[in-house]
């Protein structure tokens, strides 16, 4: 099994910044793609970010320009920079892993953006 644990959340105000970082730990042997997804209240659940093991990146369209990804393979962690942040990033925040097609959830951390 992979266990994921997010840090780094919090409340910040908009046009703020904030880090968040995740690290796997269990059986990370070959995992693949890392990422970041959030949900907000009453929403579902989105992708935010996602990292390949040679550093190609995808990110949703809401948050290019702002958010950027970043990993470490040697160390199993995933990153999330977050810059000018606006009160629709406000969400809980999942860090994500892959391997052989499996998924594993982080438990979230929580975002909160005030206006």
């Known amino acids: 099994q992979v266990q994921l644990v997010e840090s780094g959340g919090g409340l910040v105000q908009a046009g703020g910044s904030m880090r968040l970082d995740c690290e796997a730990s269990?059986?990370?042997?070959?995992?693949?793609?890392m990422g970041w997804h959030r949900q907000a209240p009453g929403k579902q659940r989105e992708l935010v970010a996602i990292?390949?093991?040679?550093?190609?990146?995808i990110y949703a369209d809401s948050v290019k320009g702002r958010f950027t990804i970043s990993r470490d393979t040697a160390k199993n962690t995933v990153a999330l920079q977050m810059n000018i942040l606006k009160p629709e990033d406000t969400a809980v925040y999942y860090c994500?892993?892959?391997?052989?097609?499996?998924?594993?959830w982080g438990k979230g951390t929580q975002v909160t953006v005030s206006s």
């Open positions: 269990g059986n990370t042997f070959g995992l693949s793609v």
């Open positions: 990292i390949t093991p040679s550093s190609s990146k």
């Open positions: 994500t892993a892959n391997r052989l097609g499996q998924n594993f």
